[in-house]
């Protein structure tokens, strides 16, 4: 199994974001008084400072809205993953997530910006918590 | 136009080496003060305000005060990754306006290269934190962050890594002019230390797609110094002033439905050029954070020298070489081929202030304006701008 980093807590903003992925859902939150979509996770609304924000559950399908293989790299973790696609997605609720792209042949080639994309739950060797990545769907 | 002589880079110092085995950042930094004091003509009792962005073991707003044995009236600890440096030239633009410094400092050192430090391909440190939470597990290194704002821009406007590959071409062809850039190249074991072509980069291994290694810094050792003066201090200095006409700063970061190939520079670079009273076309000498091509690029077309997305014609144009008509990039061979410990910013500074005094290797006759522009922390992700437009006296 992969070995990347876990998330640390205790750590306030992102605790419910994480227990949601150890369950299989991916959360984001929406603000009550602007109706902003609010992510990554704050107690505030990202957009007008509210504290009236409310979780929900995406559907984990998506976009990519840009990428990039990394060919090198020295970061514990990754250095025996070979090339790996690094992106930006954004999902349908409209949030943007920074996330990898996996389950490619060859990610020079396979991977384009538009492609559309649904997570999946990697468990990972080094910890409880599960990683939310994408697949092309 | 109305523009305004408020304060003036009196003194600059460039550390020499860009590998200083032995070397303590904090030695580099005041090494560096020294020879910038002595370039100015001015004393280390002379100084009032220090300017820093952290750098250096034990130092930062306390440390260095302490180090250096200074009192200042001023401390300013503006620490924003690589552009703090042009924080740094508009917060003593503004304090020396005010009226609360007359000699005002900022030092930078680094031993980056000599520590083996993967600045490019390392990823984010540990810890415990909102956004470490959200990214770190996603193996994404310094590099991929920019990587995917290249990768954007090819798509949206048809940006080519040949046009790209042009910024690096004559940055090189800058740093081959300049001889500490040259010995620089040389230090770290170039594989080429020579002149390069379009072809060269486009041959060069990609680091992270679509970056090629030939688009990306080097990661040496260095640091340097620079003095800012008030009117009353630059007319009894050993050279001519530079004066600092305007300045501007903004950040940005990943937002929902954002434009990741629009950088701080489209917030940063309006106020600076509003308060100079001077419009991108009247600019000789543009010293941008070549961090990466790509910084450059998205940098160039938000300062306002030409449209979102069309930096590639206006590359094919003919500007960016010294001898060449038009806008001349980096004549120092910037961080691409002269300097990147970590944080350029202040090299940005130093070369326009060489520029505007007729002092570059690369010298572009009669250069009266220059933009020094910094791009800190990551491209594509969360990062600072800082724009500084200077004078010729």
């Known amino acids: 199994m992969p070995n990347r980093p876990q998330p640390h807590f205790p750590e306030a903003d992102t605790k419910h974001y994480w227990d949601g992925v150890k369950a299989g859902e991916l959360r984001y939150q929406t603000c009550d008084a ?57 999902l349908d609720e409209g949030f943007r997530m920074l996330t990898n792209v996996v389950g490619t042949a060859n990610p020079t080639t396979d991977i384009s910006i538009g492609q559309r994309v649904r997570v999946e739950y990697e468990q990972q060797d080094s910890g409880e918590y599960p990683i939310p990545v994408f697949r092309p769907i | 136009m109305t523009q305004e002589r408020k304060a003036a880079i009196a003194g600059i110092h460039e550390f020499p080496l860009r590998v200083a085995p032995g070397v303590s950042a904090m030695q580099i930094k005041a090494a560096s003060l020294k020879a910038a004091l002595n370039d100015a003509g001015l004393d280390w009792k002379d100084i009032d305000g220090l300017y820093d962005a952290g750098d250096g073991e034990g130092g930062g707003g306390l440390g260095l005060a302490a180090y250096l044995g200074l009192r200042p009236r001023v401390i300013d600890t503006t620490q924003v990754g690589g552009s703090s440096y042009e924080f740094h030239a508009a917060h003593a633009l503004r304090d020396i ?14 031993t980056a290269a000599s520590n083996r430090i993967p600045i490019g391909t390392g990823g984010r440190g540990g810890g415990q934190s909102w956004s470490a939470n959200m990214e770190g ?47 620089a190249m040389t230090d770290l074991q170039f594989v080429k230390v020579d002149e390069i072509t379009v072809e060269d980069v486009l041959e060069s291994r990609i680091v992270a797609d679509p970056l090629h290694l030939l688009e990306c810094c080097m990661v040496s050792d260095g640091g340097g110094a620079c003095v800012f003066v008030s009117p009353e201090v630059a007319r009894n200095i050993k050279k001519k002033p530079v004066w600092i006409l305007g300045t501007g700063e903004a950040t940005k970061y990943r937002e929902n439905g954002g434009d990741i190939t629009t950088s701080a520079a489209a917030q940063s670079g309006p106020p600076a050029f509003a308060q100079a009273g001077v419009s991108p076309a009247e600019i000789d000498i543009a010293m941008i954070y070549d961090s990466f091509t790509i910084t450059v690029a998205t940098c160039l077309e938000d300062l306002g020298f030409c449209k979102k997305g069309e930096i590639g014609q206006f590359i094919g144009d003919g500007h960016l070489a010294f001898d060449k008509p038009g806008l001349t990039l980096n004549t120092d061979g910037g961080g691409l081929s002269s300097n990147h410990p970590g944080m350029r910013g202040l090299f940005l500074l130093l070369e326009a202030t060489r520029q505007l005094r007729g002092e570059s290797t690369s010298q572009v006759p009669g250069a009266k304006l220059a933009v020094a522009h910094g791009n800190g922390g990551l491209l594509g992700g969360t990062h600072t701008g800082g724009t500084v437009i200077l004078a010729a006296d």
Not at chain 1, 80 to 90: M, P, Q, T
Not at chain 2, 97 to 110: D, E, K, P
Not at chain 2, 152 to 160: L, N, P, Q, S
Request: charged residues 15%; glycine residues 8%.
């Open chain 2, 97 to 110: 306006a005010a009226g609360r410094v007359n000699v005002a400092i900022t030092t930078y050192g680094s």
């Open chain 1, 34 to 90: 602007c109706s902003k979509v609010n992510f990554t996770p704050t107690a505030h609304c990202q957009s007008c400072g509210s504290n009236a924000l409310s979780w929900h559950v995406s559907k984990g399908e998506g976009s990519v809205y840009t990428y990039s293989v990394v060919r090198q790299n020295r970061i514990p973790g990754f250095v025996e993953l070979g090339a790996y696609a690094v992106a930006y997605v954004d």
């Open chain 2, 137 to 183: 597990p996603y193996g994404s290194t310094l590099i991929s962050n920019y990587a995917m704002v290249k990768q954007r821009h090819m798509f949206e406007y048809g940006t080519t890594t040949e046009q790209l590959a042009e910024i690096s071409v004559a940055t090189r062809k800058h740093a081959m002019r300049n001889p500490e850039a040259v010995k």
